[in-house]
Every structure is written in C-alpha cells, then in structure tokens.
C-alpha cells in the first residue's frame, strides 16, 4: 500500500533556530497538507497546497512558516524560527482529489524545541 | 469557520461491547466525515468514512451514521476487542474539501 513518507521522524531544535520537515506524498497524489498535534491534543489544520501555490492557510500558519515543493516528490515545511510553543507532531498528509477521497497521513516527524 | 465537538473524551467499555463515539458540526456545508484511529505515537489511520449523500455505512465492526438535519454523525464499534484501544478522532470537511476539522478526540479502552 502507497505510504506518505517523512524525515527526520523526531528533530530536536534550539528556540531560534531554523528547522526544515520532509515529506514525501503518494505518487499520483496532487493536494498536500500539514497538520500539526501539540502532544495530547487535537489534530490542526495548518496549509493545503496544489498546483505548486498554498490553496488554504490557517490562523497558525503565520510568517514564520513557509511550504516548497522543491522537486517532484519532496514538499517541506519550513519553521524560521522556532518558538517553544512549536514542540509538536508535525503531520504531513497527501490526497488525490480534494481532501474528501483517500487522505493519507504520513507518520509524523515529532519537533522538539528547547 | 467549521467547528466539531467530539464526546466523549474518554469511554471505557468491557471486551465485547459496543462503543458508541458521537461529533456535531457546525458548518451545514461540510459534507464529508471521516473518522481516524491514533494509537499511541502513530499517525491517524482512516477506518471508515462517510458523506453527506448517504445516512449509514458499515464496515465489519465498525459503522458510521450521519444526521444531516442534526448536524451530527457517530462512530459505532460492536463486539469490541482490546485491540479497538486507541485515540479516535472524527473530522468534517466542507465542500471545497481543502482541510479537515477534527474533533478533541475520543480515549478508548477495552478491558478484558
């Protein structure tokens, strides 16, 4: 079965610091998105990209964050400078169509920042 | 924006009984509603889904129903085993399906 893959599985940053998270979607997938999950919490919406441009952004996803697809298999999510308050499970997820057909979650990269 | 209230936030029930998770949604244009099963340090794994065309769907032991009118949909699992132990969320997304809204997430343990 097709799996979203993401590196590093677990990044231990210092406050400040840049910090670059790795996903590779499925394939044939043409909608990609983060999430995010602060440990015991919920899963966050935080950008949806397609066709190369962010399609949907949420409150959370400010300046310091930034999304690429730098080749055709690799999209990433920059943080700029990381703040404490970033320490999460960051979530990469891919789908076919728009997010209501096969949404697949890749198996998460868990940021620390300290 | 959508919001999904999810109860209840832990639920404890004996092997072999059913389980019942419920979510309401806010937004009368989400028309899709799928439902994820985290264990503990994994990824949300999609178990059933449903869209807002269909009222009921069944998938083995698990089934989805969905009240349009009432802006709510359950998660029903029957004959439940320890293995049914883990973190469920539900989730809706609009019409445009750009995003998903999750609910705060069901903690559920099976006893044996």
Redesign the interface.
């Known amino acids: 079965e097709p799996e979203v893959t993401q590196t590093p599985s677990h990044q231990v940053t210092q406050m400040g610091q840049e910090v670059i998270l790795r996903c590779v979607p499925i394939s044939n997938h043409l909608y990609f998105y983060w999430y995010r999950q602060i440990l015991g919490q919920k899963v966050e919406f935080l950008v949806s990209f397609y066709n190369n441009e962010i399609s949907e952004k949420s409150e959370i996803f400010d300046d310091q964050f930034s999304v690429e697809r730098p080749d055709g298999s690799n999209f990433t999510l920059k943080i700029r400078s990381t703040k404490l308050e970033d320490s999460a499970m960051y979530f990469c997820a891919s789908s076919e169509y728009r997010g209501d057909q096969g949404y697949t979650f890749g198996s998460g990269t868990r940021l620390t920042v300290v | 924006g959508e919001n999904v209230e999810q109860h209840p936030s832990t639920l404890s029930v004996q092997e072999g009984d059913s389980a019942v998770i419920k979510c309401t949604y806010s937004d009368s244009a989400s028309?899709?509603f799928?439902w994820?099963k985290q264990e503990l340090g994994?990824?949300?794994?999609?178990i059933i889904?449903i869209?807002s065309n269909v009222g009921e769907k069944k998938d083995q032991r698990i089934a989805v129903t969905l009240n349009k009118t009432a802006k709510h949909f359950s998660l029903h699992i029957t004959e439940t085993q320890p293995e049914d132990s883990a973190v469920y969320?539900c989730?809706a997304?609009g019409w445009?399906?750009?995003?998903?809204?999750?609910?705060?997430?069901t903690i559920l343990r099976v006893k044996s």
């Open positions: 028309n899709y799928p994820y994994k990824r949300p794994q999609l889904d869209r969320f989730a997304s445009d399906g750009n995003k998903l809204v999750f609910g705060a997430g």
